[in-house]
T-cell receptor, first 108, second 115 residues
Framework: GQQLNQSPQSMFIQEGEDVSMNCTSS?????WLWYKQDPGEGPVLLIA?????ELTSNGRLTAQFGITRKDSFLNISASIPSDVGIYFC????????FGKGTRLHILP | NAGVMQNPRHLVRRRGQEARLRCSPM?????VYWYRQLPEEGLKFMVY????????ESGMPKERFSAEFPKEGPSILRIQQVVRGDSAAYFC?????????????FGPGTRLTVL
């Protein structure tokens, strides 16, 4: 079946650092999505990408849809404490296929 | 406009009991999706329903699990004779349009614990 490989699995960073995470797939998706999940809550959509090569920003977040339509990355600039959480990449073919998540921790 | 509502938020069942999870989609949304999340994992698709119809149940276990979305009332995910492996967070999402790349809005989830 369709699977997404998301890396890294965890990140430990200092406040103010930039963050980068990525996702690859063996399948082509027409839509790539990036979600954030806080503890005890459902995922919240951060960025949606609809075209190969598309680069989209949402505040300090930037995501790109790879040219091959099989990969995507998410960058967070100047991290702040509220960025802590789990970030999921996902491809959509009607239903959403999720990666396993990147757990972002900010060191005090 | 209230978001997707799920209840209960936490549910504890003993092995062999039944679990009923409810999902009320956002107002105006007639498409509901159920996902399951195991610890340290991403969400996995289970089933997609429109009012009174199951459209895609390819992610649903063949036995003990069923889902419905009646004309009136919330969508229900039902797990019969629960086992410890059913312990997970179950999320519901809704969208205003059907399959295709339309944004799905997620509820807060029901965390099922099977003792």
């Amino acid at each position: 079946g369709q699977q997404l490989n998301q890396s890294p699995q965890s990140m430990f960073i200092q406040e103010g650092e930039d963050v980068s995470m990525n996702c690859t797939s063996s399948s082509i998706f027409n839509t790539w999505l990036w979600y954030k999940q806080d503890p005890g809550e459902g995922p919240v959509l951060l960025i949606a990408l609809y075209k190969a090569g598309e680069l989209t920003s949402n505040g300090r977040l930037t995501a790109q849809f790879g040219i091959t339509r099989k990969d995507s990355f998410l960058n967070i600039s100047a991290s702040i404490p509220s960025d802590v959480g789990i970030y999921f990449c996902a491809g959509q073919v009607g239903k959403i296929i999720f990666g396993k998540g990147t757990r972002l921790h900010i060191l005090p | 406009n209230a978001g997707v509502m799920q209840n209960p938020r936490h549910l504890v069942r003993r092995r062999g009991q039944e679990a009923r999870l409810r999902c009320s989609p956002m107002k105006g949304h007639s498409h509901v999706y159920w996902y399951r999340q195991l610890p340290e994992e991403g969400l996995k698709f289970m089933v997609y329903l429109q009012k009174e119809n199951i459209i895609d149940e390819s992610g649903m276990p063949k036995e003990r699990f069923s889902a419905e979305f009646p004309k009136e009332g919330p969508s229900i995910l039902r797990i019969q004779q629960v086992v410890r492996g059913d312990s997970a967070a179950y999320f519901c999402a809704s969208s205003p349009l059907g399959q295709g790349d339309n944004e799905q809005f997620f509820g807060p989830g029901t965390r099922l614990t099977v003792l």
